[in-house]
T-cell receptor, first 118, second 112 residues
Framework: DTEVTQTPKHLVMGMTNKKSLKCEQH?????MYWYKQKAKKPPELMFV???????INESVPSRFSPECPNSSLLNLHLHALQPEDSALYLC?????????????????FGPGTRLTVL | GNSVTQMEGPVTLSEEAFLTINCTYT??????LFWYVQYPGEGLQLLLK?????DKGSNKGFEATYRKETTSFHLEKGSVQVSDSAVYFC???????????FGSGTKLNVKP
């Protein structure tokens, strides 16, 4: 099973709402990632979790709050977003955060959550 | 800094045509280079990769050769199919961490 699942597929929220995005993998990967992808742009890294601890925060505004409750699950909590935060949010996972051996640098991506902020 | 530049799309080809998507990179040292593909409505999938100069990555008829002298990693396929229609991203990874730098993506449309 090389699948990363994300829910919901689509999300529309107002600027005062609180919502959460969910990502799940059962490949035994210990590194998980959140990316933001605007239309016709490449994915931009937001956060990296390694062994359930936050490893990298790419200076993301605090209205985005990641959480890794266990090694299979990654959440992204959203609060007081702006319309410019509308984008496709991609989750990915890899065996480890460090690229050291065969296959360890392959990231598996989920299909994404398309977020619209009104 | 580290960056990847890809040719702008969309690229429109007829089935069985030859495909080239150009990719050049800027990085010090010896990054690993990747091509990812994103089919409509899906996440990114690793297509192929190369980890050192002169390495050739290949998968599903696609090939790319890591050229250190021209800092390039162009994607090629001899005969495209309609099912190859997707967005293709070139990316590099530098150092020990799995942090990727993606190009802007090139959309490929293949017509029957």
């Amino acid at each position: 099973d090389t699948e990363v699942t994300q829910t919901p597929k689509h999300l529309v929220m107002g600027m005062t709402n609180k919502k959460s995005l969910k990502c799940e993998q059962h490949m035994g990967h210990r590194a998980m990632y959140w990316y933001k992808q605007k239309a016709k742009k490449p994915p931009e890294l937001m956060f990296v979790y390694s062994y359930e601890k936050l490893s990298i925060n790419e200076s993301v505004p605090s209205r985005f709050s990641p959480e890794c409750p266990n090694s299979s699950l990654l959440n992204l909590h959203l609060h007081a977003l702006q319309p410019e935060d509308s984008a496709l949010y991609l989750c990915a996972s890899s065996l480890t955060e460090l690229a050291g051996g065969r296959g360890t640098d392959t990231q598996y991506f989920g299909p994404g959550t398309r977020l619209t902020v009104l | 800094g580290n960056s990847v530049t890809q040719m702008e799309g969309p690229v429109t080809l007829s089935e069985e045509a030859f495909l080239t998507i150009n990719c050049t990179y800027t990085a010090t040292g010896y990054p690993s280079l990747f091509w990812y593909v994103q089919y409509p409505g899906e996440g990114l999938q690793l297509l192929l990769k190369a980890t050192k100069a002169d390495d050739k990555g290949s998968n599903k008829g696609f090939e790319a050769t890591y050229r250190k002298e021209t800092t390039s990693f162009h994607l090629e396929k001899g005969s495209v199919q309609v099912s190859d229609s997707a967005v293709y991203f070139c990316a590099l990874r530098k150092g020990n961490f799995n942090k990727f730098y993606f190009g802007s993506g090139t959309k490929l449309n293949v017509k029957p």
